[in-house]
Every structure is written in structure tokens, then in C-alpha cells.
Nanobody, 123 residues
Framework: QVLLVESGGGLVQAGGSLRLSCAAS????????MGWFRQAPGKEREFVSR????????YYADSVKGRFTISRDNAKNTVFLQMDSLKPEDTAVYYC????????????????WGQGTQVTVSS
């Protein structure tokens, strides 16, 4: 029972930074593990990162580790993805996701999804 709306996507040069936001509806935001996935044209939806309910625990795909940072502000019902040192390979539609469990890196295990926001990294 959560509506997710991503924002912050856009066009950036390689090496640049971008911060994505995901605003969630409802009053039980802190009950959900939150995650970010991405999907490039012709490719499967790919796990990027997840964050625990409290925000203390984070996990990243190897492809973004050290470059991306996930965070959340439960008081504002918002999760963020700070993306630094962006590469053209990061170009994709980025999706915010929520789940009560959220332990999985498989997209099908997550119940709630935002509409996605386009991130394009030019070389």
C-alpha cells in the first residue's frame, strides 16, 4: 500500500553526479525496505541498491559500489540515490521499489514500483 514517484533523472556527462529521489505515499514508509533498480533498453531490470527500514543497512550491486549511495529520510517518506562518477553504462530508466521484506535482488520479489526516471550519461 505505497505509491512511489521518482524524480531527479536527466542528462549528465560522464564523471558527473546526479541525485534521484523517490517520494512515497502513506504513513508506513518506515515499514518498508526500499530499493533502486534500473533497466536499459533491451536489457532486464537490474538491481542497483537497497536500504533497510531504519536506513542503517545498505547494499549495492558490484557495478555501482563505491559510486552510488542510497539513503532515506523516514520523516519525509523519501529515499534517495546519490550517483557519482557516472558512466555511460549507467544510462537506464531508474526505478524505485518498496517491499516489506526487500531482501532480494530480483525485481519480481518486490511488490511496489515507481514509474521510473530516465538517467542518461553522455561520453
Amino acid at each position: 500500500q505505497v505509491l512511489l514517484v521518482e524524480s531527479g533523472g536527466g542528462l549528465v556527462q560522464a564523471g558527473g553526479s546526479l541525485r534521484l529521489s523517490c517520494a512515497a505515499s502513506g504513513r508506513t514508509f518506515s515499514s518498508y525496505v526500499m530499493g533502486w533498480f534500473r533497466q536499459a533498453p533491451g536489457k532486464e531490470r537490474e538491481f542497483v541498491s537497497r536500504i533497510s527500514r531504519s536506513g542503517a543497512g545498505t547494499y549495492y550491486a558490484d557495478s555501482v559500489k563505491g559510486r552510488f549511495t542510497i539513503s532515506r529520510d523516514n520523516a519525509k517518506n523519501t529515499v534517495f540515490l546519490q550517483m557519482d562518477s557516472l558512466k555511460p553504462e549507467d544510462t537506464a530508466v531508474y526505478y524505485c521499489a518498496a517491499d516489506f521484506s526487500g531482501w532480494s535482488t530480483e525485481a519480481y520479489e518486490w511488490h511496489y514500483w515507481g514509474q521510473g526516471t530516465q538517467v542518461t550519461v553522455s561520453s
